[in-house]
């Protein structure tokens, strides 16, 4: 049967899903997840699976998230609104799970489509990255002895997206080889939960011929309206039966002449500007196109995305595709300025992490947003702005004076994270945002984005470490006490070097600011003194030591104790032993020195290496990628590529369950562009700076950049680079080394004398 939204299955575009067993397909159901901005679905299938129901009532319970063991349901149905949150009595608040509205499915001969039974056969799901579609086909011999073709295609509108309706559209084409009678169901389940608790305060099903209409109020006050209208030969008939409502078309399918079904569903929020237009009119407003005139549109607005931030790797169908899911789910993911929102840690896909932004967003997520799309950038970065009200109600909770953003922020800024020692510990991240904030105004060029639009946020940031630190009894310089680092496995440590640097630096850009504004004089003289005394603690032999002592805590048990070593130390050691051994969950120097190279000498980055590598569990998800990158910098090739190949499996090799990592979709683009191409950051550079290390399978790499303003394409092959824009005025790079200049619009192309292979 021809695909109609897909002529052609492209390897280095397309993820196939052909293992529809076990836990497999909760995993595709992430990493297949579709959405534009305002609306995201989890890649279900079509039909309600027997022993999947998804109104499960239980409590989840904060456990070691590292090594917490969910549910084993075989599959999560997720539709997700970035902005809408629930308030959960023991979790505090989290995105809310809504009715699913996917459901559309064929009836035969008495018996229902159902993906496990033996008469279902050649079942493939392809997701096209290229415009972000999910294609299904398969063939079903019914109980009456017909065989069935069935091909389903869904995408949910990047081009109503872009323009702010939520939009979903599928259609399915269903074929036979005799005449046969057909009945389609398809409708809105309202009967879903989110970690087992229901958010709906009231729930209201209207079914009418071909038309659902389902609105749900959620705890936390929001009313959304899901409307979905069945597009069939024949009329509809209507039911409604508790949490659901479905429309029923019956039609007859003769062989060669296919019976095409359409289902276009529309969301909407009592957040959304008023005169939006409501489920109805909007669907009314798309009645008059086609599937295809639809998918045209939606696909034009895909392909320019993809213009300004595809990755092309030739040389290595796996990195090739490896990088593409990153981008699809980075540009899936990114929420338009007005829903006034970050990027959840599973990327809108999943409930695992409860909806909520981390220090994700600035470390990992913000850098390929800022040099592909910064305008963008620009708007996630601004949630953190908008957010300050909240940062300063975590600081008023704990006494202190400022803002303290949260560790797991709500859409408000609320602290949100359940399990105290990271809630009050994990404290670097009110550093990390105003480091996040910088960068915007560092890769834009644009400073005065921090005096005026984010200086509220720097003072704050910088009232709140002013009361933070202490000055311990026979001390001469100030301290940062009892705080977890970026390695969650020591929580309470005093002097942690990443947390103090990362102050300084907020400090530092609060003093700034206030002088260049001639705001807050006199704070700002202690801001500036802090921050040049906050210690970063060495060794004897000039190891930069995690925190204070670290050195003195025991070696962890490895050989001992962590026998499988396809799961997280964490799942096979109790917490009490993480915190008590020199055992690290992610880098954490190493981090701080991937983001202050010029701040450590080589040689103090090779003795990093050395030391905390080896006792690194790489347990979080966020620890490959800077590894990968500052083995690069090391010229540790084996290890970059050992840890990029990690990193890129993630999600692709059935991590994505619970949702995607979409921090290390970001982490993913970084290792291309800071680890493998070695450009430097804004934040580190103020020319472009390349120095590529191209792995030995990959001939060439490609990719856009926006570098302050301008937009270079850059090329990159085992024997040169060659650096093309499009500015008005001569560009300076330095590539391998040497200061380069490229004229106006020009081309520039240097051999880089062979490059080294992991
Ligand atoms: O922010 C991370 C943290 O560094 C490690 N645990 C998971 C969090 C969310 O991705």
Request: some cysteine; glycine content about 8%.
């Amino acid at each position: 049967m021809p695909c109609h939204t897909h002529a052609a299955h492209d390897p280095a575009w397309c993820i196939q899903q052909t293992d529809f067993a076990g836990s497999s397909l909760k995993a595709y159901e992430g990493l297949f997840a579709q959405g534009a901005p305002g609306l995201h679905i989890r890649g279900s299938l079509e039909e309600p699976i027997a022993d999947a129901p998804q109104g499960l009532r239980y409590w989840r319970t904060p456990g070691n998230v590292t090594a917490e063991v969910f549910r084993e349901a075989r599959s999560k149905f997720g539709t997700y609104l970035p902005g809408i949150y629930g308030s959960h009595p023991i979790l505090n608040n989290e995105l809310v799970n809504l009715p699913w509205f996917l459901w559309l499915v064929p009836e035969i001969d008495g018996s229902a489509l159902d993906a496990d039974s033996d008469a279902v056969a050649e079942h493939e799901r392809t997701l096209d990255l290229r415009d972000n579609t999910l294609v299904r086909a398969l063939t079903w011999r019914t109980p009456g002895g017909a065989r069935v073709s069935l091909l389903y295609e869904r995408f949910v509108s990047m081009d109503a997206g872009a323009r702010g309706v939520r939009l979903c559209v599928q259609r399915l084409t269903i074929d036979t080889d005799r005449a046969t009678d057909v009945t389609v169901r398809a409708g809105i389940d309202a009967d879903v939960t989110t970690n087992g608790y229901d958010h709906f305060k009231r729930v209201d099903l209207a079914a009418e011929g071909e038309r659902v209409r389902c609105a749900v109020q959620t705890d936390l006050g929001d009313r959304v309206e899901i409307e979905s209208i069945l597009l069939a030969p024949h009329a509809a008939e209507a039911h409604a039966e508790g949490r659901r409502g479905w429309s029923e078309a019956r039609a007859q399918v003769t062989p060669g002449t296919p019976l095409v079904i359409e289902k276009r569903t529309t969301v909407t929020t009592s957040r959304d500007a008023p005169d939006g237009g409501g489920t109805g009119e909007l669907l009314e407003a798309f009645a008059g196109a086609g599937f295809d005139d639809l998918h045209r549109a939606h696909a034009d607005a895909w392909r320019a995305k993809w213009a300004h931030a595809d990755v092309r790797i030739q040389g290595d169908d796996r990195a090739q595709l490896a990088v593409r899911t990153s981008i699809a789910h980075l540009l899936r993911t990114l929420p338009h300025a007005s829903d006034r929102v970050a990027i959840d840690a599973k990327g809108y896909a999943g409930e695992a992490y409860w909806g909520r932004f981390f220090w994700d967003t600035e470390m990992y997520l913000l850098p390929f947003y800022l040099y592909t799309d910064p305008a963008g950038a620009r708007a996630l970065a601004d949630f953190r702005i908008h957010s300050l009200e909240g940062a300063q109600r975590n600081a008023h909770k704990l006494g202190l004076p400022g803002a303290k953003y949260a560790w797991e922020s709500d859409q408000l800024g609320d602290e949100c994270c359940p399990n105290w020692q990271y809630a009050d510990h994990e404290v670097h991240i009110t550093s990390d945002v105003v480091y996040g904030l910088a960068h915007v105004a560092r890769a834009t060029g644009d400073d005065s984005y921090l005096d005026t639009h984010a200086a509220c946020v720097l003072f704050d940031a910088a009232r709140y470490w002013t009361a933070r630190v202490s000055v311990r009894p026979g001390d001469d310089h100030p301290s940062i006490l009892g705080v977890m680092g970026p390695d969650e496995y020591t929580p309470i440590a005093d002097n942690n070097a990443y947390t103090n640097r990362l102050a300084s630096f907020a400090l530092e850009a609060a003093a700034d600011a206030a002088a260049r504004t001639g705001q807050c004089r006199d704070e700002a003289r202690t801001w500036r003194e802090l921050g040049r005394t906050l210690p970063i603690h060495r060794r004897a032999d000039g190891l930069v030591l995690q925190s204070d002592a670290f050195d003195r805590l025991p070696l962890a048990d490895f050989d001992g104790r962590w026998k499988d070593r396809t799961r997280p130390f964490a799942s096979q050691a109790p917490q009490e032993y993480l915190y008590r051994t020199q055992c690290l969950k992610q880098a954490d120097v190493l981090m701080l020195m991937w983001l202050f190279d010029s701040e450590f000498s080589i040689e103090d980055q090779r003795t990093a290496w050395r030391y905390y590598e080896p006792r690194t569990t790489h347990d979080s998800s966020l620890s490959a990628a800077i590894h990968s990158m500052m083995a690069c910098r090391l010229g540790l090739n084996e290890e970059a590529w050992r840890f990029w190949e990690e990193a890129c499996a993630i999600d692709l090799d059935g991590g994505a369950a619970e949702g995607i990592h979409i921090a290390a979709c970001g982490a993913v683009w970084q290792m291309v562009v800071f680890g493998f191409a070695g450009m430097r950051s804004a934040m580190e550079d103020e020319v472009l700076t390349l120095d590529p290390r191209l792995p030995a399978g990959w001939t060439t790499l490609e990719f856009p950049l926006v570098w302050r303003g301008t937009s270079v394409q850059v090329r990159v092959t085992k024997d040169g680079v060659e650096l093309r824009h499009s500015g008005a005025a001569s560009l300076s790079a330095r590539v391998a080394g040497e200061l380069r200049e490229i004229p106006a619009g020009g081309v520039g192309r240097w051999a880089t004398g062979g490059t080294t292979a992991p």
